[in-house]
Nanobody, 123 residues
Framework: QVQLVESGGGLVQAGGSLRLSCAAS????????MGWLRQAPGKEREFVAA????????YYADSAKGRFTISIDNAKNTVYLQMNSLKPEDTAIYYC????????????????WGQGTQVTVSS
């Protein structure tokens, strides 16, 4: 089992920044690729970003490219999502997830999920 706890969400004005954190406990954190996904009201959960076990490879949704940066600190068992130039359409619950098979885009691939953290961007 891997337990994931997100933090760092909140209310921010358009153009602002937030950094989300996801602290992991349980099985060896470095065995898992990590991802951030989000779900807005009335919409399906969607991929935002993912990073490989060693942090060497990162993938982003088109909506996140150039604005968001995913990073991983295996020493701290923590994955981050730095979000800059936020837009109202980024408003969603952001989930951290772990995948034992490797980097994944589809939400169904992920084995473990956090409880989510709310991000609200006002216009």
């Amino acid at each position: 089992q891997v337990q994931l706890v997100e933090s760092g969400g909140g209310l921010v004005q358009a153009g602002g920044s937030l950094r989300l954190s996801c602290a992991a406990s349980g099985r060896t954190f470095s065995n898992y690729a990590m991802g951030w996904l989000r779900q807005a009201p009335g919409k399906e959960r969607e991929f935002v970003a993912a990073i490989s076990r060693n942090g060497g490879t990162a993938y982003y949704a088109d909506s996140a490219k150039g604005r968001f940066t995913i990073s991983i600190d295996n020493a701290k068992n923590t994955v981050y999502l730095q979000m800059n130039s936020l837009k109202p359409e980024d408003t969603a619950i952001y989930y951290c997830a772990a995948d034992r098979l490797g980097v994944a885009i589809k939400s169904g691939r992920y084995d473990y999920w956090g409880q989510g953290t709310q991000v609200t961007v006002s216009s």
